[in-house]
């Protein structure tokens, strides 16, 4: 076996792949990962795929994909290679075997013939009674302090019927340890059922082989959610049964609705690969799931944090105990705070590729020279950092930008012309084309002081300006978008468009 210096900490993430990878077990990614990067450890990512009805072909490597994206790469995994491998429980199935017959031998296990219909008719009768379900130790040995006797158990075993291997819970003992983020937790051994170990397949089940696997994989804390807390007993249990010390455990808060409900299992809400699909930044994301639990310290009301801040400042005493909201309008109010602070160089570059995929859907012969320079993008961002909640909306949003209108908002249209709008806009065509300079503030000079001998308002051209020359009835300060689509375009959409609103407004 490996030699790892005692005290070093290695964490591990060991998620069942079923295909998605849910937030709540990025949370659990990340915050494994943190502690061990903070504490100079190991973090490792382990695939527990023993419910083999529940697997997805190319789960485990999507899993780990995702994990990069948001910057979580592990020291070890079935991708990463690493010491303690194989990664994948699948791959580990003799090492289980080995282990349980150990356990039988020593008589902490048991086999267990009891068919699944005898199963849920003792359940069912126990819940009658007002019991909680467990097994009725129909085939606990006589030797164990059960009454079934040993020679009916050869018997079976040498018919070959299928079995299954249990633990076998002590009577009456107290099963305590203490929790990192919970405290002293303690269990009454009565509570706890004869846990399936080796299922009838040949498989372990997850708590026989995560067991197994912490042990050998020198796993010095585990954590994870609250939900595993209860197969605590059981899996303390088995650390005393084969004279393992455990590894410290912390674990998480729930993950709540804001109506404080158990989080939705609706995939489409709650699966990270559809977060980056519909736009939100890895750091926004891990800054959010981050914040599901955990915070820096009574009275620090921040909020942003990078991944490298995170390595720095996290500390498992700082994680709570009380359920944790998931709160959707808080990531989106996070990735407005990415895109107000990211460096303008890195957003052009985003913009730039959006806008690549973007023609070629289009496939349009236009001159794309101007709106592919780094300057002009870099005006669209300025003008509509504030305006946008992520990055693709700078296209979607203000499409305008880069491509001539080709239809006008029809609502707009018919709110804001008037009978002698088109000539008086025809007017002020020719004074825009005698105005060499095209900047925002000598733009409201020009258009001020062209309206005033004509008794309008500045409103009276505003909105039909910005309509011809952008499609819509909304959008950043005119007289800036005008200085940034620039002379040439502005003349061209509006001449363009005034006579294609004709037909709307005659
Ligand atoms: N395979 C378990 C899961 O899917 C892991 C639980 C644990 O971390 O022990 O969440």
Redesign the pocket.
Known sequence: MQTTPVNRVRTRF???PTGYLHVGGLRTALYNYLYAKKMNGDFIVRI?DTDQARKVEGAEKSLLETLAVTGIVPDESFMHGGNFGPYIQSERLETYMQFCRQLLEEKNAYYCFSTAEELEENRKLQMKQGMQPKYNRKWLPEEMGGTMPESEIRKKLEAGLPYVVRMRVPDYISIMFEDMVRGPVEFDSATVDDQVLMKSDGFPT?HFA?VIDDHLMEISH?I?GEE?LSSMPKHLLLYEFFGWEPPKAAHLPLLLNPDRSKLSKRQGDVAVEDFIRKGYSHEAIINFVALLGWNEGEGSEREVYSLDELKEKFTIERVGKAGAVFNVEKLGWLEKQYIKARPLEAIVKKIKSLLRDELEKKSTDMDTGRISSDEYLGQVVELMRERVSFEHEFITFSSYFFFDPQEYEEKAVQKRWASDTNSVLGEFIGVLEDTSDFSADNLETVLKDFVAPREKKPAFLIHPLRILTSGVGFGPSLYHMLEVLGKEAVIRRLRKGIERVDGVTS
Request: proline fraction near 11%; avoid cysteine; hydrophobic fraction near 35%.
């Open positions: 060991a998620p069942s527990e997850y995560s585990v994870r595993w």
